[in-house]
């Protein structure tokens, strides 16, 4: 039996975690769960699955918890002036596993805490690995932490990478279906209703903006830029609009190995927790004696501006990519609140980015100020623009 904590366990991918949990019950246990903000689906999640450990963001909505918990065995962290609800219950002992399925640069510290303490981190939590990378490597090889990509074209290269050396790697080609407004040339006025209905995929406000700009794909070059150590001209984009190509890796001899499957999230978080083992899904299987067409092609780079921020953060380095992940998060909210138009998202990601000196980050510390120094530069903008 394994031991497993679940961060964001009230949102997609920490609701498609649990299914996974439910279909594997000889194998995984719940021993912490943690939320943001929705105490009732939370205090529902610990009467089902009894973990020891729980805790939510909000400091109102906790007190609510703690008062439907009261009597129960269940310990509810809560932040002190001395220590933080998320990193310790990323920090339980006798756990083997933590899905990070928080959103946003808010999972950092967690995936910093579990992996001090050599665990695996099943990362779903992109936005950790973008705004932090070379640090939170540093920490899983100083104190034996390893990670295991959630994200669907991370776990399918690291799948992949089973064919192949490292120094045999020509490059990755990330796949991505190019969102709802693929094929519209004018994204101006576009309302947010429309921006956050995806064709393939069924996700968290956040990420399903991130697809419409395409930015999910430019956080994803970065990320698989830290994750599997390679530079940024080893990492390119095609646009694959049935997201059954999760993505791919091209070898030195040409030899393309490609991971395919029904655009489900289960799959990638079943091989994370239950890393190495597989196990049967039957939700995933695709049925190629159908009729089914795969159709590649390039992304248009002026279209998305996003792309080429990315490349650029990467090319940087130093803190211009946590400066990236910072100013989209300002933005994406400033979308989603109706305070900004869709085109201003990458605006002030590029104004915010153009703005800040790049400077070397040598620990969490210096992640956690350019982040904030990053939001309010970007937030000045919204309010330019609002
Ligand atoms: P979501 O909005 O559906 O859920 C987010 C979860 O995080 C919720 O449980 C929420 O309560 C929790 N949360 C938010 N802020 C928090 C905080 N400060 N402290 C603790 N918990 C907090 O988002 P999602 O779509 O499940 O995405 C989660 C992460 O996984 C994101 O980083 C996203 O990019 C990544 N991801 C998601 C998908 C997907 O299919 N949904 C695919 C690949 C990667
Ligand atoms: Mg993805």
Known sequence: MRNIVILGSTGSIGKNALDIVDRNPDKLKVVGLAAGSNHEEL?????????THVTLSDKTRLSTLKSTLS?????????TGFSNALEEISA????????NAIVGV????????????GKIVALANKESMVAGGPILNAL???HGGKIIPVDSEHSAIFQCLQAGKHDEIKRLVLTGSGGPFLDRVNLDDVPVSEALKHPNWNMGPKITIDSATMMNKGLEIIEAAYLFDLPAEKISVVIHPQSIVHSMVEFVDGAIIAQLSKPDMRLPIQNALLYPDRMPLDVCNLDLTEAISLEFRPPDMDKYI????????LNEGGI???????????AV???LDGRIKFTQICEIIRRTMDDLETGDIPDLNDVYRANMWAADVAEDFVYSYA
């Open 320 to 330: 211009s990519p946590t400066v990236l992940n910072a100013a989209n998060e300002v």
């Open 43 to 51: 205090a529902r999640q610990v009467e089902k699955y009894r973990p």
């Open 333 to 335: 909210k400033a979308f």
């Open 71 to 79: 009597g129960s065995s269940v310990t509810v962290l809560e932040d």
């Open 92 to 99: 339980l002992p006798d756990t083997e596993v933590v899905l």
């Open 106 to 117: 808010a999972g950092l510290r967690a995936t910093a805490s579990a992996l001090v303490t």
């Open 140 to 142: 899983a090889e100083e």
């Open 306 to 313: 996003s792309l080429k921020l990315a490349y650029r953060a």
